[in-house]
C-alpha cells in the first residue's frame, strides 16, 4: 500500500516520520534536492495523479486467451505438427497433460506465444482438426499497467530523496529513521515492480489452450446407445 500525502501529511503518524520531517526541517529548503515539498519530505510520497500517468498515442495492453477443443486422427503427430508451428512464432510449451487410456486417449497442452503471432496460431491450430469447441478472449489492462508504473516512478523518486537525506545525516538516530523508511520504500519497490512484470509478461504473452482427442470409435458410440 503506498502511502499518500494525505495520509501522512499533517500530523505525524509515526515517531520515525516525525524524525525524517525534522531532518529536512534542519537541511532546509537551499541544502534539499531542489524537487517539489514530496522530495524535500521523503516521508510524504507524491500520489499517482501528481505524474503524467496518462496514456500515450494509442497504447492499448490487452492480455489475450484461446481454447480449442480438437478431435484429431492421431494425437501425436497433431501435436508435433502444433508444436512445431507454435514454437515457429516464437512460442512454447507451457504445460502438457495425457489422459485416458489406450482407447480413449486425450491430451491436453497449454502454449505461450508471443501477442502479435495470437491471430496466426489460432488459425494453424484450427487447421490440424475439426473443431469441437472455441473460446478467444481478451481483457485490457492497460489501466493497470499505467498505475503501477506510476507507483513505481512515485517511490523511486522517494528513494532518490531518502538516499540523499541519508548522506546528510549526522545523528544516530536520523540515520536509523532513514533507513527504516528506505527499506519500506524499497520494499514496495520490489512488489510493484513484480506486479508490473508479471501483467506485463501476459501482455506481451499470450496463452492458447489446446485439447486433442481422437474420434470415438463406432463400437463406443454403439454402446451409448444402450
Partial sequence: HVRRPEELGGTCRSAGRCQLSRMADRNGAGGGSGGTGSAA?????PSKEATDGS??????????????????????ARLAAISSAIEANGGYVSSSARYGDASNPSLNVTFRIPATAFTAATA??????TV????????????QLVDLEARLKNLRASESALIKLMAKATRITDVLSV???????????ESYDAQRAALADQVAMATISIELTLPASPLDTASKDF
Fill in 132 to 143: 469441437l469447441q472455441e473460446q478467444i478472449s481478451s481483457y485490457e489492462v492497460t489501466m
Fill in 179 to 189: 533507513q527504516s523508511e528506505l527499506s519500506r520504500v524499497r520494499g514496495d519497490i
Fill in 55 to 76: 496514456t500515450s498515442g494509442d497504447r492499448v495492453d490487452l492480455v489475450q486467451n484461446g481454447y480449442f477443443a480438437l478431435e484429431v486422427d492421431d494425437l501425436d
Fill in 124 to 129: 494453424i491450430v484450427r487447421g490440424e482438426g
Fill in 41 to 45: 519530505n521523503p516521508g510524504v510520497f
